[in-house]
Nanobody, 118 residues
Framework: QVQLVESGGGLVQAGGSLRLSCAAS????????MAWYRQAPGKQRELVAF???????NRADSVKGRFAISRDNAKNTVYLQMNSLKPEDTGVYYC????????????WGQGTQVTVSS
């Protein structure tokens, strides 16, 4: 089990950048997968990007070429670098830790708001 705390959200102009941080309460070295999700107003939460313990990454088509997920195991932190932000990127961004051996098998942070103005 793990506690996750997101930070780094805020208001940014279209075309700008933000870096979100997800600080974990324990080592993330052995966690199967860390991910970022987001939820826009009136929409369902969606996967933005994930990174596995082996370092494999992937991201949603809508953010390819603009967002990148990374981890710093020494700092127990996962990052989401967001560049070329668009108004449609607006939403609450959540950090998620997934491990099939856990019960429950995933944990969520409280979320951080990202607002992109036109």
């Amino acid at each position: 089990q793990v506690q996750l705390v997101e930070s780094g959200g805020g208001l940014v102009q279209a075309g700008g950048s933000l870096r979100l941080s997800c600080a974990a309460s324990r080592s993330i070295f052995s966690i199967n997968q860390m991910a970022w999700y987001r939820q826009a107003p009136g929409k369902q939460r969606e996967l933005v990007a994930f990174i596995t313990k082996s370092g494999y990454t992937n991201r949603a088509d809508s953010v390819k070429g603009r967002f990148a997920i990374s981890r710093d195991n020494a700092k127990n932190t996962v990052y989401l670098q967001m560049n070329s932000l668009k108004p449609e990127d607006t939403g609450v961004y959540y950090c998620n830790a997934f491990e099939p051996a856990w019960t429950p098998n995933d944990y969520w942070g409280q979320g951080t708001q990202v607002t992109v103005s036109s």
